[in-house]
T-cell receptor, first 115, second 115 residues
Framework: AQKITQTQPGMFVQEKEAVTLDCTYD???????LFWYKQPSSGEMIFLIY??????QNATEGRYSLNFQKARKSANLVISASQLGDSAMYFC????????????FGQGTTLQVKP | DGGITQSPKYLFRKEGQNVTLSCEQN?????MYWYRQDPGQGLRLIYY???????QKGDIAEGYSVSREKKESFPLTVTSAQKNPTAFYLC??????????????FGPGTRLTVL
């Protein structure tokens, strides 16, 4: 069965430093997609970055990058130059198959950025 | 502005009552999804719909029902059969069937409390 694991319930980072949020996944499907979402205290889910299973290069979006290690089945999110506004809950998710668009979510990691 | 709206933002219900949560999108997306989020947890899929007049059960469909009579609308009814309905409910939409970074767009959520 497909599964997403985020082993860090909470993380702290100093403002302006980089932080890595871990995500491992399990699937037997050769084609899949990995997503990261940010959830501030207001509750909305904000899409950050996407990595496809066949993508040769790691995805980057501004201060966000995804460290994709396919053999290890990991898709860690790296946030560079942390800002106070980065304090939120972060979810890793995997798209199940190609047609339904269904997402399986991890348990999330709460990130707190210290001034 | 294109987006997803959910109403109401907060909802209180007495035990034994059915209640319907609204979800509307003007993104012209075919697929829509309902998720449940419990405190400190990830999102779990309740129901999803890939096309008008068709929907499928997700991982935790028991005690819930949906309809998809219009492309723009995907209301969720929490029935009295749902044993523990107090949670945060998120609606999302996406264009399905495309390989690639086809992310889901989320609404602001409805926080349901059973009194």
């Amino acid at each position: 069965a497909q599964k997403i694991t985020q082993t860090q319930p909470g993380m702290f980072v100093q403002e302006k430093e980089a932080v890595t949020l871990d995500c491992t996944y399990d699937t037997s499907d050769p084609s899949y997609g990995l997503f990261w979402y940010k959830q501030p205290s207001s509750g909305e889910m904000i899409f950050l970055i996407y990595q496809g299973s066949y993508d040769q290069q790691n995805a980057t979006e501004g201060r966000y990058s995804l460290n994709f290690q396919k053999a290890r089945k990991s898709a860690n999110l790296v946030i560079s130059a942390s800002q106070l506004g980065d304090s939120a809950m972060y979810f890793c998710a995997m798209r199940e198959g190609e047609n339904t668009g269904k997402l399986i979510f991890g348990q999330g990691t709460t990130l707190q950025v210290k001034p | 502005d294109g987006g997803i709206t959910q109403s109401p933002k907060y909802l209180f219900r007495k035990e034994g009552q059915n209640v319907t949560l609204s979800c509307e999108q003007n993104l012209n997306h075919d697929a829509m999804y309902w998720y449940r989020q419990d405190p400190g947890q990830g999102l779990r899929l309740i129901y999803y719909s890939q096309i008008v007049n068709d929907f499928q059960k997700g991982d935790i469909a028991e005690g819930y029902s949906v309809s998809r009579e219009k492309k723009e609308s995907f209301p969720l009814t929490v029935t009295s059969a749902q044993k523990n309905p107090t949670a945060f409910y998120l609606c999302a939409s996406a264009r399905p069937g495309l390989a690639g970074s086809n992310e889901q767009f989320f609404g602001p959520g409805t926080r349901l409390t059973v009194l």
